[in-house]
C-alpha cells in the first residue's frame, strides 16, 4: 500500500467550476498535511499546509482535513484555466523530517 | 513565502563526468535541505536529507557515492553527480525546511535539468 495516495487524474473541470481533489494516506500518525501545484517543467510550489481537523481557507482555496478517515482534500473554488497544473499531496509524520508525497493529480480547467 | 534558489538550472553534460548542483536559501537559514529527483510523469523522489554540519542521510537505493551531498553552511547546499551516466538525466529539485512558531514546511527551488549525453 502506498504511503499517499491520489487518483493521476486528470481531473477536467470547467472553468468557474470548484475542482476537488483527494488525497488518503497511511500512517495514522501524520500531523502535517501539504498541497503542491506544480506546473508542468516546474519545481513545486506551496499552496497549503493544515494540521489540524476541519478546514482551513485561503483565498479560493479550502484544505480539508480528517485524521480519522486519514483523508485529505483540497478545493479550488472559482477554477480558472491557470489552475491547471499537478497538485501534490504531502504528509509529515510527527518526529520526522522527510515529507512523503503522492503521485499527483493532474487537474485541467477547461475555459 | 521563504526563497530557494537553484543553480545551474539546467546543464548538459557528457558520459562520465562529474556535475554540480547548488541549492541556496536566500532569505533564511536552512538547517535542513532535501534533495528529489523527479522523472517525466512521475512523483518527487526523495534522495536524501542534507543536515548543516554533517552527513547526509541517504534514501535507500540512492549511492551516496555517486550522489554527493554537501552541506557546508546554513545558506547552501551541493549536489553532485559523480560520473554521469544517460540514466542519471533527471529533474533535480532541492527544498529547504522552514520551521516557525507555528509551522513547518518545505520551500522548493527551481530545479535543475540534467541531461547527460
Known amino acids: 500500500q502506498k504511503e499517499v495516495e491520489q487518483n493521476s487524474g486528470p481531473l477536467s473541470v470547467p472553468e468557474g467550476a470548484i475542482a476537488s481533489l483527494n488525497c488518503t494516506y497511511s500512517?495514522?500518525?501524520?500531523?502535517?498535511f501539504f498541497w503542491y501545484r506544480q506546473y508542468s517543467g516546474k519545481s513545486p510550489e506551496l499552496i497549503m499546509f493544515i494540521y489540524s481537523n476541519g478546514d482551513k481557507e485561503d483565498g479560493r482555496f479550502t484544505a480539508q482535513l480528517n485524521k480519522a478517515s486519514q483523508y485529505v482534500s483540497l478545493l479550488i473554488r472559482d477554477s480558472q484555466p491557470s489552475d491547471s497544473a499537478t497538485y501534490l499531496c504531502a504528509v509529515k509524520s510527527g518526529g520526522y523530517q522527510k515529507v512523503t508525497f503522492g503521485i499527483g493529480t493532474k487537474l485541467q480547467v477547461i475555459p | 513565502g521563504a526563497v530557494v534558489s537553484q543553480h545551474p538550472s539546467w546543464v548538459i553534460c557528457k558520459s562520465g563526468t562529474s556535475v554540480k548542483i547548488e541549492c541556496r536559501s536566500l532569505d533564511f537559514q536552512a538547517t535542513t535541505m532535501f534533495w528529489y529527483r523527479q522523472f517525466p510523469k512521475q512523483s518527487l523522489m526523495l534522495m536524501a536529507t542534507?543536515?548543516?554540519?554533517?552527513?547526509?542521510?541517504?534514501e535507500q537505493g540512492v549511492e551516496k557515492d555517486k550522489f554527493l551531498i554537501n552541506h557546508a553552511s546554513l545558506t547552501l547546499s551541493t549536489l553532485t553527480v559523480t560520473s554521469a551516466h544517460p540514466e542519471d538525466s533527471s529533474f533535480y529539485i532541492c527544498?529547504?525546511?522552514?520551521?516557525?512558531?507555528?509551522?513547518?514546511?518545505?520551500?522548493f527551488g527551481p530545479g535543475t535539468r540534467l541531461t547527460v549525453l
Open positions: 527544498s529547504a525546511r522552514v520551521k516557525g512558531a507555528n509551522s513547518d514546511t518545505q520551500y
Open positions: 500512517d495514522r500518525g501524520s500531523q502535517s
Open positions: 542534507s543536515n548543516e554540519g554533517s552527513k547526509a542521510t541517504y
